[in-house]
T-cell receptor, first 112, second 116 residues
Framework: GQQVMQIPQYQHVQEGEDFTTYCNSSTTLSNIQWYKQRPGGHPVFLIQLVKSGEVKKQKRLTFQFGEAKKNSSLHITATQTTDVGTYFCAGHPGAGSYQLTFGKGTKLSVIP | DTGVSQDPRHKITKRGQNVTFRCDPISEHNRLYWYRQTLGQGPEFLTYFQNEAQLEKSRLLSDRFSAERPKGSFSTLEIQRTEQGDSAMYLC?????WGRGYNEQFFGPGTRLTVL
């Protein structure tokens, strides 16, 4: 079945440093979504990428979808303490399936 | 509050008992999903409803699990003969199924199940 892998599993950064998490799927995806989960909270939708090579920005967050639609990345510029949480990518295989396969997530800690 | 709600928020049960959880999605969202999440893992897909029709189930889902969405609004997830391995957070999510944000999933707070 489809697998989605994320690296790194943990990342500790000094406030103001940049952060990147990478996501790789074992199969080509129809689209990929990114979610953020704060400690003790539930996943919150950040963005969906659909097109090959797509790049989207949300303030300090930049999301990319690979040309082959099998990988994606999330980059945060100048991290803040409010960025703390676990970032998940989740892939949709398409082809009539509505199943969203989540990666294990990257847990971000920001040291003030 | 017009978000996704789940009830109960916590459930402690003994092994072998049956449990049922309820999810109330955002009104007018026709898509509803159930997930299970354990510590250090991402949410694991369990099942998907479009309106009242259950269109997809995880192939890994035990037949002790069953879900319904009888009128296309709220949904229930039942686990029969619970096992300790069923202990997890059970998350419900809904998405509009139409419009620009058709696929954006809104998650509820979850029901934490502990099986003793």
């Amino acid at each position: 079945g489809q697998q989605v892998m994320q690296i790194p599993q943990y990342q500790h950064v000094q406030e103001g440093e940049d952060f990147t998490t990478y996501c790789n799927s074992s199969t080509t995806l129809s689209n990929i979504q990114w979610y953020k989960q704060r400690p003790g909270g539930h996943p919150v939708f950040l963005i969906q990428l659909v097109k090959s090579g797509e790049v989207k920005k949300q303030k300090r967050l930049t999301f990319q979808f690979g040309e082959a639609k099998k990988n994606s990345s999330l980059h945060i510029t100048a991290t803040q303490t409010t960025d703390v949480g676990t970032y998940f990518c989740a892939g949709h295989p398409g082809a009539g399936s509505y199943q969203l396969t989540f990666g294990k997530g990257t847990k971000l800690s920001v040291i003030p | 509050d017009t978000g996704v709600s789940q009830d109960p928020r916590h459930k402690i049960t003994k092994r072998g008992q049956n449990v049922t959880f309820r999810c109330d999605p955002i009104s007018e969202h026709n898509r509803l999903y159930w997930y299970r999440q354990t510590l250090g893992q991402g949410p694991e897909f369990l099942t998907y409803f479009q309106n009242e029709a259950q269109l997809e189930k995880s192939r890994l889902l035990s037949d002790r699990f069953s879900a319904e969405r009888p009128k296309g609004s709220f949904s229930t997830l039942e686990i029969q003969r619970t096992e300790q391995g069923d202990s997890a957070m059970y998350l419900c999510a809904s998405s509009p199924g139409w419009g620009r944000g058709y696929n954006e999933q809104f998650f509820g707070p979850g029901t934490r199940l502990t099986v003793l």
